[in-house]
């Protein structure tokens, strides 16, 4: 499972009212255009996962305390946080349906990026059993069961009538307790592994170096036009000292090389 949790996005810890069960999930789609350049850039996910809870905090008529889903689901099949565990979501039509389902979105909408692709259908998947772990009963909706609306829109909504099968089905082998692994941390490898003669390695090659550009990216501060790949460049450091300010590091210390404590917070997989 690839999560992005709310600390890394930079939000508080949810407003919204705790709830410890529920009957299952309901899933959700954007009922608006989403632009097809999320596949392109991730970070455009995030951006857009920004834009969805500062529109919910923005309007008065719901009087919305948080972005009103419990997870989104992304393309590239990162789960994005939002209410999070245990706590009721807003986005079911009322509060007697808030109060039975949690509530997914898949980042696809009416128009432009309609077809969910099988990363973010995993990632859904993921947040399913991520939410049955506490607390949701097993029951798999989608937002139109008991309310009118076209959400989940076609696409989501005849994969959420099949019970939501995990594509390739090869994730859930039996007595690995169902879930995907959790991704390895990569130990710190050391701040002279970054550095040559004292200043950035560029142009070093590893596929450390991929592995952790993909996590900057998953975390919002990608400053890839391309890539990331396995040979250090300037967007690899400016991705990195973006990270290093986001974790509240300043001056000298949101400098390159990465150091011990924003790399493990960073949870760069083994490669
Ligand atoms: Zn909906
Ligand atoms: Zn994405």
Not at 29 to 57: E, F, M, T
Not at 113 to 136: C, V
Not at 153 to 162: E, P, S
Not at 183 to 195: H, I, M, R, S
Request: proline share 8%.
């Amino acid at each position: 499972m690839k999560l992005v949790t709310r600390s890394q996005l930079g939000w508080p810890t949810s407003a919204a009212p705790t709830q410890t069960s529920t009957k299952g999930v309901k899933v959700h789609y954007a009922g608006s255009p989403v632009s097809k350049n999320l596949l392109a850039h991730h970070d455009l996910c995030v951006d857009h996962w920004q834009q969805i809870r500062k529109s919910h905090l923005a309007n008065t008529v719901e009087n919305y305390s948080d972005i009103a889903y419990n997870y989104g689901a992304c393309p590239h099949g990162y789960l994005l946080e939002g209410r999070g565990l245990r706590r009721r979501t807003g986005a079911n039509g009322n509060q007697e349906l808030n109060r039975g389902h949690y509530a997914i979105i898949g980042l696809v909408g009416s128009e432009g990026l309609t077809q969910p692709t099988d990363a973010m259908l995993s990632a859904i998947r993921d947040g399913i059993e991520l939410l049955r772990k506490h607390g949701a009963g097993n029951e798999i909706k989608g937002h139109r069961d008991g309310h009118a609306t076209a959400c989940p829109g076609k696409a989501l909504y005849a994969w959420v009538q099949k019970g939501a099968p995990r594509p390739g089905g090869t994730e859930t082998k039996p007595g690995t307790g169902g879930g995907p692994a959790r991704p390895k941390v990569e130990p710190y490898p050391g701040a002279a592994f970054f550095l040559k003669d004292g200043k950035p390695a560029l142009g070093k090659k590893s596929p450390i170096f991929t592995a952790m550009g993909k996590r900057l990216v998953a975390v919002g501060c990608g400053r890839y036009t391309v890539g990331p790949g396995p040979t250090l460049g300037p967007a690899d450091i400016e991705s990195y000292e973006a990270w290093q300010r986001k974790c509240g590091f300043t001056g000298a210390e949101a400098k390159w090389p990465p150091g011990k404590t924003t790399w493990d917070k960073l949870k760069v997989p083994n490669v």
